[in-house]
Structures are given as C-alpha cells and as structure tokens.
C-alpha cells in the first residue's frame, strides 16, 4: 500500500530554515509528480510547491517562491522542502502529496491522490 511519511517540521524563529523531508513507500516513487501543500488552523489547504517526477521543473506559490526550495531524490524515494527566511504566517502543517498522473493543475489538491500525514512547523516571531 502507498504510504507517504513527512518528518522535519518543528519549532523555529523567524527568519531561521528547516527541511521538511517525506519518504514514500509502496509505490515507483520516480514516476509521479510531487507536490507540498500547507493548512493552518482554521484556513483550506493551500498550495505550496510542485516538482516534476524527473526533478527538473518546479513550480511555486507567490507567498514561498524565493524562499522555499523543492527537490527530490528518486533513489531514496524522497521528496524534500527546504525552507528559509521563514515567518510567522509559514506557520502550518505541510503535507506531502502524490499527484495522479492526468490530473491538472498541480496547484490544486484534487489533483493528488495519496497524500501523508503531516508535519507541524511553527514559526514565532
């Protein structure tokens, strides 16, 4: 069965970096787009950024790009979120997801199809 774990989120400062990793098991990890979304309490989930299943395109939102990074790792089956210059509006937690493979556009959740628990960042101010 498909299983994707993030681990990484914790508590930091702002200004300060964390690297969100998610590990994904049960499935040819290097075949599928990937993607990182965040929710807040009260807030929908929102888009964060996107990578190509070849790692060689990506794609963010306006409130992360410049600061967030995304990549992968297809060997180890791992996607990662390098986060900088975080702020206090970061503040959520991060899912990783597994787009399907015709459904577009990746910045919405309806296009992914297996997505993980979670991993809370707070960032105070």
């Known amino acids: 069965q498909v299983q994707l774990v993030e681990s990484g989120g914790g508590l930091v400062q702002a200004g300060e970096s964390l690297r969100l990793s998610c590990t994904a098991s049960?499935?040819?990890?290097?075949?599928?787009?990937m993607g990182w979304f965040r929710q807040a309490p009260g807030k929908e989930r929102e888009f964060v950024a996107t990578i190509s299943w070849r790692g060689d395109s990506a794609y963010f939102a306006d409130s992360v790009k410049g600061r967030f990074t995304i990549s992968r790792d297809n060997a180890k089956n791992t996607l990662y979120l390098k986060m900088n210059s975080l702020k206090p509006d970061d503040t959520a937690v991060y899912f990783c997801?597994?787009?399907?493979?015709?459904?577009?556009?990746?910045?919405?959740?309806?296009?992914?199809?297996?997505w993980g628990q979670g991993t809370q960042v707070t960032v105070s101010s």
């Open positions: 997801a597994l787009a399907s493979s015709y459904a577009f556009p990746r910045s919405a959740p309806g296009a992914y199809r297996y």
């Open positions: 049960g499935l040819t990890f290097s075949g599928y787009d």
